[in-house]
């Protein structure tokens, strides 16, 4: 899909788009002590409004969190579920997960799901891997249980969707993510070793069945980790922080205007 011009120009030309955003802060600045309506300062429209996004921000992600739970939730109910095979409890326990469930399908995979109480869900077929590998599976999804992943997950891609003048914030869940793979999968290599995780995730390589939040990617991230190299540090990139910034001094900007003009309407 072709990217929207501006946002285009907008990567390509940090610095303009720097500039451009120093000089609405030295307008806001100048005009700090102007009257915006006949009871409110420039100062005090920008306290409100900057209070009122950020209110609205949490109302929103508030819901949508609980929109996103409640598909999740719908999701996991309607999975099939299959007879638990005794090799996969042996193995949950040793791995110390106390809530698992067992699905139907010919497919090998796991995932950790639940907000408050992850449980670890895993496919009947699973089994049929060699001990290492349904170790290492089972580790890693634990690693994500004993975290609550998912409910941290679920939170941050909630922010990345209401607060999308934000586009850091998307940055900020991809890498997330990363870190939470990278962490589960320490967690396996110690219970089962390299070479166990290894082949886990070559057998293992279906996507969970249900719409889990960001629980896909990190691959290349994981790989690395698992050939012992070094993780680089990543920092975000300066157009992102650029835009990121002019997004929020949109946003107050934005609701600033709608402020006054609803003053001006009812006459205060």
Known sequence: MTQLRPLRVAREHPIAIAVVAGVIAVQVAWMVGAAVCPRMTMTECVVAAVVLVAG???????????????TTA???????RAPMPQSLQTAAQRAGIPRLHSLAGTDRTA?????????VYITAA?????TNEVDAVLAHEAAHARRRDPLRRLVTRA??????????LRWWLHKHVENAEVHADKAAIDHAGRQGLAAALLAAGAQPPVPMPAMAGATETRIAHLLGEDLPIRRPPASLVVLSLLGAIGAVWIVMCLGQGALAAIGW
């Open 56 to 70: 609205a921000s949490v109302l929103s992600i508030v819901v949508r969190v609980a929109w996103l739970a409640a």
């Open 74 to 80: 719908r999701a996991l109910a309607a999975l099939p």
């Open 111 to 119: 995932f950790c799901a639940g907000l408050i109480r992850p449980s």
């Open 126 to 130: 699973t089994a049929q891997l060699k």
């Open 159 to 168: 922010a990345a969707d209401v607060m999308f003048w934000l586009p850091l």
